[in-house]
């Protein structure tokens, strides 16, 4: 008897763990295929500068912020609103109602999408008005027909994230930008053979995301098929008697009309909050391509600058992208310890995470602005523009303390300052593009970039040490840095001064020496700036231990620095 017992309770708190243990796969597995699609979406760019050239360049990233922003705001909060109602009908085991929800949040984004549709294919020539560059409207009218199929991905990622299935987002997610890849390049390669204007190109780039969105959603719709086939939600003949009977869900009798307000209501606010980070982006567009029009005096030329000034950032991209990887371990962490009540570990976690940030971040700005000629060539093929991406490379540092402290006010509960630091930011780019770039062209445009990430930064720490009562001592954030900084930059100078002229006296191609130089710059740049940090106590073992796996992986390396 006690054997059965102990049998149906190892049984129950096995059936306990489970979910929580999916829930935590589910999580890593959809952060893995996040920042596959980043790294994807990120590392296109460099083809399409390559193949199409910096006009083409400017064109693309004229329009796609765009996109990107319409997107956000048509869909950005249903997954999470379908979620969560999802969830709610699954926990009282009314699955039919979960796929109802699906339906009517399905019929209203493809509303949303085929009006959005339409606003941006037939007025795709007025927004190129408002731009101010009359070439980006056929990318414009491209990119509008993803937004036929994007609102119902959107939704069906709701619904199997309600089940706390991840595996179809995750595989959906890397399909999509895999295609979008694949089918830019291809149509580049076709296009420019064949001796498009820039304009047609450009078009061609950007109808990558149409087939990128068509391919996620044939992945969900195998994943929805099979679901409905195996009948994996049902729970059971009995609980499908028991629905079909209206005993498990109260919100049976709720009509199609009052689940679409619901979700709406729900998901609208969270909408609002994710277009602020493409309306940062968007400022660019609405102001870089009309003034550099205006002190040019060529569309074209102006186009070709803007797509030099857009080199730097799929850099800045990547630092800012595993830059908030290694901190977000912390985040967790500090919303225990918060709701625990313990506001030391709170403070500690808080500083060590902004800490983490700020030096990754400075060692990457200083790397990339040290090197950017090398990497300019390597990337690019020519060094034009890397003054402008030197000074956009500190982008990289406000970028990455401001992802990282906006995460942490939200682990301690302080959730609008983040939204209106960025509201700040957008305020601050407007006004240091139209009063900076008359003055010194793109490198004016990088400099009010630099201002106003920095301005967002700033803003979230003020609160952030409102919030936790976190100081930021001069040592670890000055002293130190400026030595592993100086350090880097003597030998980063160095390895150009020596290898560029060897590289030339020895007839090496210009692109393979300047390729070799820049892996060689990021690679010892980054060995030299750490082993700094290390030696000189930026980062103690103690403070490690908040993070015991990194703690473990940098141990040996801590004891032969005797730190």
């Known amino acids: 008897m006690g054997g059965t017992t102990e049998r149906q309770s190892d049984k129950a708190t096995e059936g306990q763990a489970n979910p929580r243990s999916k829930l935590v796969q589910g999580a890593m597995l959809l952060g893995l295929a996040a920042v596959i699609s980043k790294l994807l979406g990120t590392l296109q760019k460099i083809p399409l500068q390559n193949v199409a050239g910096d006009a083409v360049f400017g064109i693309y990233n004229a329009v796609y912020p765009l996109y990107i922003l319409i997107l956000f705001a048509a869909t ?13 009908q699954v926990r009282l085991g009314a699955h039919r ?41 056929s990318a414009i009218r491209s990119v509008s027909f993803a937004l036929l199929v994007s609102p119902v991905l959107a939704v069906l990622r709701g619904y199997f994230q309600g089940y706390q299935n991840m595996l179809p987002t995750a595989v959906s997610q890397v399909a999509e930008q895999f295609i979008r890849v694949i089918t830019m390049v291809a149509l580049l390669l076709y296009m420019t053979a064949l001796a498009y204007d820039d304009a047609r190109i450009a078009a061609g780039a950007t109808f990558g995301s149409v087939t990128g969105a068509a ?19 049902q729970g059971g003949p009995a609980q499908q008697e028991q629905e079909r009977k209206g005993q498990l869900s109260p919100a049976s009798s709720t009509t199609a009309w009052q689940w679409a307000k619901r979700i709406a209501l729900y998901a609208i606010p969270v909408c609002l909050g994710a277009i602020v980070v493409p309306l940062l982006n968007l400022v660019d567009t609405f102001t870089l391509p009309r003034l550099l029009e205006a002190s040019l005096g060529s569309e074209s030329e102006a186009m070709r600058a803007y797509g030099l000034y857009n080199r730097g950032l799929p850099l800045v991209q990547l630092v800012v992208m ?22 030391d570990r709170v403070r500690s976690r808080a500083e060590m995470a902004v800490r983490v940030a700020w030096l990754v971040g400075l060692g990457a700005s200083f790397g990339l602005a040290f090197a950017a000629v090398p990497i300019n060539i390597m990337l690019y093929r020519t060094e034009e523009a890397s003054w402008t991406m030197a000074v956009l490379a500190f982008t990289a540092l406000f970028s990455t303390l401001n992802a990282v402290s906006a ?38 445009a990088a400099l009010s970039a630099v201002v106003a990430y920095a301005a967002a930064a700033g803003l ?26 100086g ?60 993070t015991p796996e990194l703690a473990r992986k940098l141990a040996p390396l801590l004891n032969k620095l005797k730190r």
């Open 322 to 343: 595993v830059a908030s990887s290694m901190s977000a371990a912390l985040v967790p962490a500090i919303a225990d310890a918060k709701a625990s009540g313990r506001d």
């Open 215 to 233: 391919a996620g959603l044939a992945v969900m719709a195998v994943f929805w098929r099979r679901a409905m086939r195996e009948g994996q939600e």
């Open 97 to 137: 109602e979960a796929r109802r929800i699906a339906y009517v949040s399905g019929v209203v984004l493809m509303c949303a999408g085929a009006l959005l549709f339409l606003a941006l294919y037939f007025g795709a020539e007025q927004i190129a008005a408002w731009i101010g560059i009359g070439r980006t409207a």
């Open 407 to 444: 995460s942490v006010l939200q682990g301690v509960g302080a959730l609008r300052t983040p939204t209106v630091a960025l509201l700040v930011a957008i305020a601050l780019k407007a006004l240091g593009n139209v009063l900076l770039l008359p003055r010194w062209g793109i490198d004016g």
């Open 487 to 546: 350090l880097m930059g003597g030998c980063l100078a160095a390895l150009q001064l020596l290898a560029m002229p060897a590289a030339a006296a020895w007839h090496v191609p210009l692109r393979w020496s300047a390729s070799a130089i820049a892996l060689a710059s990021v690679a010892g740049g980054a060995a030299v700036y750490g082993l700094a940090l290390l030696r000189s106590g930026s980062v103690s073992r103690a403070e490690l231990q908040e």
């Open 460 to 485: 979230n720490l003020v609160q952030l040490r409102r919030c936790t009562g976190v100081r930021f001592a001069l040592r670890p954030y000055a002293v130190s840095p400026a030595l592993g900084v």
């Open 76 to 88: 950005a909060g249903f997954p999470v609103a379908v979620s969560k109602f999802v969830a709610e």
